[in-house]
Nanobody
Framework: QVQLVESGGGLVQPGGSLRLSCAVS????????MGWFRQAPGKERECVAA????????YHLDTVKGRFTISRDNAVNTQYLQMNSLKPEDTAVYYC?????????????????WGQGTQVTVSS
């Protein structure tokens, strides 16, 4: 059984930073590609960033490139999303996802395991 637990969300002013963490239980974390998705009210869930099993290959949504960085530490079964220069349009529930074999995917259907989500609100 694989469980994902996100942390690090909250309320931040525009231009501020947050770091999301996703702790993954289970012994096979290093075999999984990982992803961060977000869903705003009335919108579809979208892939913000994804990373392959080793961390050597990453994807970032165009609208977050240069501001967000995905990373992982296989030694502690955790992935991260560093979010800088946050904007009000980044407001959403952010979800951690695991799966998609070793190579990353941006589709929700490729991920077998999901966290419960953490709220990120960017507002002055």
């Amino acid at each position: 059984q694989v469980q994902l637990v996100e942390s690090g969300g909250g309320l931040v002013q525009p231009g501020g930073s947050l770091r999301l963490s996703c702790a993954v239980s289970g012994r096979t974390f290093s075999r999984y590609a990982m992803g961060w998705f977000r869903q705003a009210p009335g919108k579809e869930r979208e892939c913000v960033a994804a990373i392959n099993w080793s961390g050597s290959s990453t994807y970032h949504l165009d609208t977050v490139k240069g501001r967000f960085t995905i990373s992982r530490d296989n030694a502690v079964n955790t992935q991260y999303l560093q979010m800088n220069s946050l904007k009000p349009e980044d407001t959403a529930v952010y979800y951690c996802a695991a799966g998609a074999g070793g190579g990353y995917s941006t589709g929700t259907g490729s991920y077998a395991y999901w966290g419960q989500g953490t709220q990120v609100t960017v507002s002055s």
